[in-house]
């Protein structure tokens, strides 16, 4: 069996997945653990990496990089932030945790800052990492869809400027806490409903408020299904957010990084505005974004 160098962590509020890898930068061993950030009190954070990788670990000491949510205020160790305009995943600018395991030593990447409008990131920055190291020369902007998705402008390696957009938390509340969560359950969807509110929305932002409880009645006294009520609230939340963020998108080079499945939907409300882009998979840009960080430090220690 290889023998494992290093550990690449992607340390959420939910989840915790770490990459044990060898000497050439190829992974081992992927493990993964419920114990996200959400969930660990800080002195909970060393037991719970050590409970995943203990197999693993040699004399050490081995090298643990991290991003995410992890480098929180309410995480392990409270990360630093790079201010923007900056190159994102800077291992210089890491945070390096007092691990008491001695077969471990653990960083955190930086997460990202921005004075004027106020914005943060953390966890996203070290896809954008990822992604640039292997598209060097992209100049546009990134979407990384999810809860909070960011819109990232990107120039010369460096990320210019980004905004933050809570349609996926947005969506939670209002399907889950609000009275239309009566409604819109099920895994049916109309892509077409999907696409109708997107356009209602852009068209018609000052209308959003009472189209939401417009689903709720043609639930009632209608025949609206579940499918179609789910597809149209997504449609008018992200329908709001690509009117906000245009001036991100249009007319530009333009990639999402992200799962599959939420790269797919914002895809189709972005080719229904004639928008061009390319879709990466957001774990796989992660994973590149950690060994461009442990590149540099392999570099430095040379």
Not at 131 to 138: D, G, I, K, T, V
Not at 202 to 224: C, H, K, N, T, Y
């Amino acid at each position: 069996m290889a023998k494992v160098e290093w550990f690449a962590v992607d340390w959420g509020t939910s989840n915790l997945r770490v990459w044990a890898m060898g000497a050439d930068d190829g992974v081992i061993a992927e493990l993964n653990s419920e114990k996200g950030m959400g969930s660990l009190r800080p002195d909970e954070f060393e037991p719970a990496l050590i409970e995943l990788i203990s197999s693993h670990l040699a004399d050490g000491p081995m090298k643990v990089l991290c991003c995410g949510m992890v480098g929180a205020k309410q995480g392990w160790s409270e990360a630093t932030y790079a201010n923007a305009p900056c190159e994102p995943g800077k291992l210089s600018t890491a945070t390096n945790v007092e691990a008491k395991d001695p077969r471990i030593s653990v960083s955190i990447l930086p997460g990202v800052m921005q004075s004027s409008p106020a914005d943060v990131m953390r966890g996203e920055e070290t896809q954008i990492s990822g992604f640039l190291a292997e598209n060097p020369n992209f100049f546009g902007t990134l979407c990384l869809p999810g809860t909070h998705t960011k819109w990232v402008q990107i120039s010369a390696g460096e990320i210019v400027s980004f905004r933050t957009f809570m349609s996926g938390e947005l969506f939670a509340l209002l399907s889950e806490n609000s009275v239309l969560r009566h409604g819109v359950q099920g895994n049916d969807w109309s892509k077409r409903a999907f696409l109708d509110a997107v356009d209602d929305s852009m068209g018609s932002p000052q209308q959003v408020a009472g189209r939401l409880f417009g689903i709720r009645a043609e639930g009632l006294i209608g025949d609206l299904g579940q499918g179609e009520a789910k597809a149209r609230l997504s449609g008018l939340m992200i329908g709001l957010e690509l009117a906000g963020a245009r001036g991100y998108w249009l007319g530009q080079d333009l990639a999402l990084i992200g799962e599959p499945s939420l790269n797919k939907l914002y895809g189709d409300a972005l080719d229904q505005q004639g928008a061009l882009f390319c879709s990466f998979d957001g774990d796989d840009m992660t994973l590149a974004g950690l060994k461009a960080a442990h590149k540099t430090l392999k570099a430095d220690i040379s």
